[in-house]
């Protein structure tokens, strides 16, 4: 069983900083991609990062120049630096993460954490 723990949610004030984190757990051989996408009140899930086999990261616009991911294979984590957070950021942030277990055909499944909670007030 593959688990996806993400911590770090909080309030802060507008202008702030907040750095989410997020730790697989479970029997992984591989991981091919870790994201982290948000959904705010009343709106879709959106993306905000992923990065593909630790090669390349996207950023959606929104998060171009503000958030940084990085990710740590080794210790099966990923993290979100959220600079200059404005109140249209708040949202539940989820990590997600395509992965392969060992005798499962090498198939890739998607997993994703229950959320975390960014709140920025004005």
């Known amino acids: 069983q593959v688990q996806l723990v993400e911590s770090g949610g909080g309030l802060v004030q507008e202008g702030g900083s907040l750095r989410l984190s997020c730790a697989a757990s479970?029997?992984?051989?591989?991981?091919?991609?870790m994201g982290w996408y948000r959904q705010a009140p009343g709106k879709e899930r959106e993306l905000v990062a992923t990065?593909?086999?630790?090669?390349?990261?996207y950023y959606a616009d929104f998060a171009k120049g503000r958030f940084t991911m990085s990710r740590d294979d080794a210790k099966k984590t990923a993290s979100l630096q959220m600079d200059s957070l404005k109140p249209g950021d708040a949202a539940v942030y989820y990590c997600?993460?395509?992965?392969?277990?060992?005798?499962?055909?090498?198939?890739?499944?998607?997993?994703w954490g229950q959320g975390t909670q960014v709140t920025v007030s004005s």
């Open positions: 997600n993460a395509y992965l392969m277990q060992p005798d499962d055909d090498l198939r890739v499944r998607g997993y």
């Open positions: 479970g029997t992984i051989l591989t991981i091919n991609s």
């Open positions: 990065m593909m086999n630790g090669i390349s990261t």
